[in-house]
């Protein structure tokens, strides 16, 4: 936990990840699929300070390749954690006032247990054997934490992409947990285009000769290849036509150079260190793992997928960016649709900006106001 002494500048200052075992082998963890997974950990950090009557909780849910350390510093880091803008004393999740908890999910290579991970019936990576998870199993070991720190109820769930996918489920599933929701850049069911540039990404990993069918770990190789590219792809989806343009226009690498097929142009160079960069953070298995269940997630097909949320209702706050074409505007809206036509609390906000479907991670006025707007509120009616 962050102690109190924090800056000016409204950080959280240093932190640490800790480690919970949170299943063993001999009480383990029942997926939705019907496999058990045990012993399995979960690496997760807190901020702020949890109130008397335990009713200031925010509980953050990261996207595909985030992980527990949403704020503050590690030691000997260049950057803080990856939501650091949005949380801390006087930042829109105020940790003077709330307790703010973010959990690496289930089949992350950050902590907690993934296909990384050691199978403990054969002391190797679990690789392919790892089971395929569902948006519900996320959701289950969140719930798992919640109740290993004695948090019986959420004031805010909070997430982009994917993870406001999971805060939907969460909210759908077990709406007693939570009094307020936030879904940022989300969606309720993938589109085609969203499936088919998950599909090339994986197929970028399991190609690469180093992937081993799996095996890379125990083999001590690595597909650095194929997830440098998948990684490269996905992040020309998470920025807008407009801010690529703005930021590297047709520059070249180095002006004068004779042209030829390596990183002639400032946009080539920058996909090329994003995609290095991933290496070091990131398990292709893991890539795998999680993006498949992006595409399988589709609560509203279930039968009576509302009844629920509609017998305890949940206040939603809904967010996309007019520039995001990895999950348009025209997503949200679905869930807002499925929502509102339930009677639901609900409230709904396009924002503009430049920068495409990486909005949620940075600071934009309009958008940090209307995140703060919403959880003060969640603060005064609790």
Same mark, same amino acid.
């Given at each position: 936990?962050?102690?109190?002494?924090?800056?000016?500048?409204?950080?959280?200052?240093?932190?640490?990840?800790?480690?919970?075992?949170?299943?063993?082998?001999?009480?383990?963890?029942?997926?939705?699929?019907?496999?058990?997974?045990?012993?399995?950990?979960?690496?997760?950090?807190?901020?702020?300070?949890?109130?008397?009557?335990?009713?200031?909780?925010?509980?953050?849910?990261?996207?595909?390749?985030?992980?527990?350390?949403?704020?503050?510093?590690?030691?000997?880091?260049?950057?803080?954690?990856?939501?650091?803008?949005?949380?801390?004393?006087?930042?829109?999740?105020?940790?003077?006032?709330?307790?703010?908890?973010?959990?690496?999910?289930?089949?992350?290579?950050?902590?907690?247990?993934?296909?990384?991970?050691?199978?403990?019936?054969?002391?190797?990576?679990?690789?392919?054997?790892?089971?395929?998870?569902?948006?519900?199993?996320?959701?289950?070991?969140?719930?798992?934490?919640?109740?290993?720190?004695?948090?019986?109820?959420?004031?805010?769930?909070?997430?982009?992409?994917?993870?406001?996918?999971?805060?939907?489920?969460?909210?759908?599933?077990?709406?007693? %947990?939570?009094?307020?929701?936030?879904?940022? $850049?989300?969606? /309720?069911? =993938?589109?085609? #285009?969203?499936? *088919? @540039?998950?599909?090339?990404?994986?197929?970028?990993?399991?190609?690469?000769?180093?992937?081993?069918?799996?095996?890379?770990?125990?083999?001590?190789?690595?597909?650095?290849?194929?997830?440098?590219?998948?990684?490269?792809?996905?992040?020309?989806?998470?920025?807008?036509?407009?801010?690529?343009?703005?930021?590297?226009?047709?520059?070249?690498?180095?002006?004068?150079? %004779?042209?030829?097929?390596?990183?002639?142009? $400032?946009?080539? /160079?920058? =996909?090329?260190? #994003?995609?290095? *960069? @991933?290496?070091?953070?990131?398990?292709?298995?893991?890539?795998?793992?999680?993006?498949?269940?992006?595409?399988?997630?589709?609560?509203?097909?279930?039968?009576?997928?509302?009844?629920?949320?509609?017998?305890?209702?949940?206040?939603?706050?809904?967010?996309?960016?007019?520039?995001?074409?990895?999950?348009?505007?025209?997503?949200?809206?679905?869930?807002?649709?499925?929502?509102?036509?339930?009677?639901?609390?609900?409230?709904?906000?396009?924002?503009?900006?430049?920068?495409?479907?990486?909005?949620?991670?940075?600071?934009?006025?309009?958008?940090?106001?209307?995140?703060?707007?919403?959880?003060?509120?969640?603060?005064?009616?609790?």
């Amino acid at each position: 936990m962050s102690d109190h002494h924090h800056d000016n500048d409204g950080s959280v200052g240093s932190v640490e990840t800790q480690v919970v075992r949170l299943f063993s082998a001999e009480a383990p963890l029942r997926l939705a699929g019907g496999a058990t997974l045990g012993p399995v950990d979960v690496a997760y950090e807190t901020y702020g300070t949890l109130a008397a009557d335990r009713s200031n909780v925010v509980y953050i849910c990261h996207a595909l390749t985030g992980d527990a350390h949403a704020a503050g510093w590690h030691e000997g880091d260049r950057r803080p954690g990856w939501w650091d803008n949005l949380i801390g004393p006087g930042r829109p999740l105020d940790t003077d006032r709330f307790f703010v908890v973010a959990s690496n999910i289930l089949g992350g290579c950050r902590g907690t247990t993934g296909p990384g991970s050691p199978d403990p019936s054969t002391g190797q990576a679990y690789g392919m054997d790892f089971p395929l998870l569902d948006m519900a199993d996320f959701v289950t070991v969140h719930r798992a934490l919640l109740a290993h720190l004695g948090i019986p109820h959420l004031l805010v769930a909070l997430g982009g992409s994917l993870g406001g996918m999971q805060v939907l489920e969460w909210s759908l599933t077990h709406p007693h %947990d939570m009094s307020h929701a936030v879904i940022v $850049a989300a969606s /309720s069911r =993938l589109t085609a #285009q969203n499936i *088919a @540039f998950s599909a090339v990404a994986r197929r970028a990993i399991t190609d690469d000769p180093n992937f081993a069918a799996g095996r890379y770990a125990a083999l001590g190789t690595n597909p650095d290849v194929g997830l440098s590219i998948a990684r490269m792809m996905a992040h020309i989806t998470y920025m807008s036509e407009d801010a690529l343009t703005a930021k590297f226009g047709r520059n070249a690498q180095i002006e004068g150079a %004779d042209p030829g097929f390596g990183i002639d142009f $400032a946009v080539e /160079s920058y =996909l090329d260190h #994003q995609g290095q *960069a @991933f290496l070091e953070r990131f398990d292709a298995l893991s890539y795998l793992y999680l993006s498949r269940v992006m595409d399988y997630f589709d609560p509203f097909s279930r039968p009576d997928p509302l009844e629920r949320v509609v017998a305890d209702p949940v206040r939603y706050l809904l967010l996309s960016f007019d520039t995001d074409w990895r999950f348009s505007t025209a997503h949200t809206l679905r869930i807002l649709a499925h929502l509102e036509r339930a009677g639901l609390p609900v409230t709904f906000r396009e924002l503009s900006s430049p920068y495409g479907h990486d909005s949620f991670l940075l600071v934009d006025p309009v958008y940090h106001a209307t995140l703060r707007a919403f959880v003060d509120r969640a603060l005064e009616v609790r």
